[in-house]
Structure formats: C-alpha cells, structure tokens
C-alpha cells in the first residue's frame, strides 16, 4: 500500500540535481580560493569571483529548501536534506570568509601551508561532487560512499596537521615588532580550517544518510 502511494503523490528527485549543482559550485570556489593563494596581481577580482560563487551557491541551497516545502515524498528525510544542503552552503560560505579577510588586510602573500590547504580543499572538493551522484543510489554504492567519506576524514586530518604547523612556522618568522603579521596569519589559517571542517561536516551527513538507508 505505502509503495502505491508513494507512486500517486507528488515526488521531486530535483533534490540530487541541486546537490550536485551545490558541489560544483564548491568545486569552482576551490579553485578561486586557490588562485587567490598564490597571491600577486587580480587577488581583488578573485575575491570579487569568490563572493559571486557564493551568492550563486546561495541560491541554489534557497532553491532546495523551496523544493522541500513543494514535495510530499523526498529521497531522504526531510532534516537529512536541509542538514545536507546546509553543510555544501556552509563550505562555500566559509571560503567566502577567507577571501573577505584577504580584502580586509589587504593580503598579497601567502604561506606554503596555506596554498597545500588550498589544495586539499580542492581534494576535498572532487570528492564530494564524485559522491553526490551516487546518492541516487545508495544501496549499490553504499560501500564506495562509505570509503570516500574516509577519504575525507583523511584529507581533514592532513589540513589539520598544515595548520598546526604553519602557525608555528608563522610565529618563528613573523618579527616581534609585527605582532599584526601574525594575527592575520593566523586567522586566514584558522579560516581555511574551517573550510576542511566543513566538508568534513558533508561527509558526516552523507554517512549518516547511507546508515539510515542501507
């Protein structure tokens, strides 16, 4: 019987498709973030590109919620949805906090740590937008999604040990007389954490789904 209703009510499976259009736009942001690290001329029309991202990112999460209001039968429930939508815009948005704090300074420089960060945001990027789509089907790619939110887990962890490092590394070479140095340092540091933090936070939601349906 519930098999017959869930045929007869109103469903959209536009939800994957907005997923994927979320993890796009982080991977497109990645690559901004990243050009913005290797400093020099244009950081100004990075950062410009970044907050575009973002605000298009914003959109399509808007657009997410819009199609939970619409639908009576959703893919997963309706918390895993929002849970999941608002974690891909959250990553997003704390790239667009870095680049606003690169502005704030007038930042041109950037530490070796800082641009391997970029990269494993880039990493960390590519693999969420690979596994989105086999969210479509998570029972035949249960143990592929579990292995990939691994691989997340792995890639965090590598950010986690960079930051560790490139403070201390920032603290040994900033002058004491610049105090401010190392306080911007420091906080683009703790931003492009977060940015690792979040997609990590992606992966979490991602395991808890495939938990819930396999």
């Known amino acids: 019987m519930f098999k017959i209703i869930r045929a007869i009510m109103p ?8 997923f994927e259009a979320q993890a796009k736009k982080s991977q497109e942001a990645a690559l901004t973030l990243r050009a913005i690290l290797e400093g020099g001329d244009n950081i100004a029309d990075k950062c410009a590109r970044l907050s575009t991202q973002e605000e298009e990112a914003d959109q399509i999460s808007y657009e997410v ?11 997963f429930d309706r918390s895993d949805i929002k849970a999941l939508s608002s974690a891909l815009d959250d990553a997003i948005d704390q790239m667009n906090k870095t680049g606003k704090v690169v ?9 070796t740590n800082m641009r391997a960060m970029g990269d494993r945001v880039i990493l960390l990027s ?3 937008a690979e596994a989105l789509p086999l969210m479509r089907n998570i029972g035949a790619n249960s143990s592929r999604l579990h292995q990939m939110v691994g691989e997340i887990s792995r890639i965090e962890e590598q950010s986690d040990q960079l930051n ?3 403070l201390k590394e920032l603290f040994k070479a900033t002058p004491k007389s610049d105090a401010l140095a190392f306080v911007v340092g420091a906080e683009l540091y703790d931003h492009l954490e977060k940015v690792c933090d979040r997609f990590e936070d992606v992966a979490h939601v991602m395991s808890d789904i495939v938990i819930e349906h396999v």
């Open 65 to 75: 919620m819009q199609s939970i209001r619409r639908s009576f039968i959703t893919p």
């Open 103 to 111: 502005m704030l300074y007038d930042v041109t420089s950037f530490q």
């Open 164 to 166: 560790d490092t490139g």
């Open 11 to 18: 469903r959209s499976d536009n939800f994957f498709n907005l």
């Open 126 to 128: 590519n693999i969420v």
